[in-house]
């Protein structure tokens, strides 16, 4: 079947512009977790959901960065007033029966110039 | 914060030798995974082996555990260009499934 998905791949903005990234995860995927990946490091936690409901968003940087999952399906993260630094890829994951097995999406690559 | 450390940072060998790469890591934890990152890709989830054990296996891939140590260790037999890629640790503790991921090891493979 069909893997997590995200769009789009790459994303250019100016600083100060307001972004969307989405994540399709594998349907029937109840959790739902997003990641951030600078370059030459490894995933760093962001926000997870179960379902629609959020469960932790302990690992986002800053008011300006917001995550919804409405349907509990697809999921969101939103950038406000982008910066610099949050230049990075942006990864999302999903799993299912087995907690522990998260299946990742191809991420989106965002630039901030 | 990452919790687990991979070492080497890069790792550069021939084609059909093994590539051992090794993980530190700081807390207890309820298990450890290793992943496999191809470059522009998302990570591949690889194995998982538990507290409770030692070593697993699949296919090519052997992964041993340390708790004493705080360590694990990943060895890929009979390397393939393939193989070439970033390959991440990720630990999980308490009663989290939150994994937290290390730096990785970057291998490359020459055919």
């Known amino acids: 079947g069909a893997g997590v998905s995200q769009s789009p791949r790459y994303k250019v903005a100016k600083r100060g512009q307001d972004v969307a990234l989405r994540c399709d995860p594998i349907?029937?995927?109840?959790?739902l977790f997003w990641y951030q990946q600078a370059l030459g490091q490894g995933p760093e936690f962001l926000t997870y959901?179960?379902?629609?409901?959020?469960?932790?968003k302990s690992g986002l940087p800053s008011d300006r960065f917001f995550a919804e999952r409405p349907e509990g399906s697809v999921s969101t993260l939103k950038i406000q007033r982008t910066q610099q630094e949050d230049s990075a890829v942006y990864l999302c994951?999903?799993?299912?029966?087995?907690?522990?097995?998260?299946?990742f999406g191809p991420g989106t690559r965002l630039t901030v110039l | 914060s990452q919790q687990g450390e991979e070492d080497p940072q890069a790792l550069s060998i021939q084609e059909g030798e093994n590539a051992t790469m090794n993980c530190s890591y700081k807390t207890s934890i309820n298990n450890l995974q290793w992943y496999r990152q191809n470059s522009g890709r998302g990570l591949v989830h690889l194995i998982l082996i538990r507290s409770n054990e030692r070593e697993k296996h699949s296919g090519r891939l052997r992964v041993t555990l340390d708790t004493s140590k705080k360590s694990s260790s990943l060895l890929i037999t009979a390397s393939r260009a393939a193989d070439t890629a970033s390959y991440f640790c990720?630990?999980?503790?308490?009663?989290?499934?939150?994994?937290?991921f290390g730096r990785g090891t970057s291998l490359i493979v020459h055919p």
């Open positions: 990720a630990t999980a503790s308490g009663g989290s499934y939150i994994p937290t």
């Open positions: 349907s029937g995927h109840v959790s």
């Open positions: 994951a999903s799993t299912g029966t087995s907690p522990d097995t998260q299946y």
């Open positions: 959901f179960q379902n629609e409901a959020q469960l932790d």
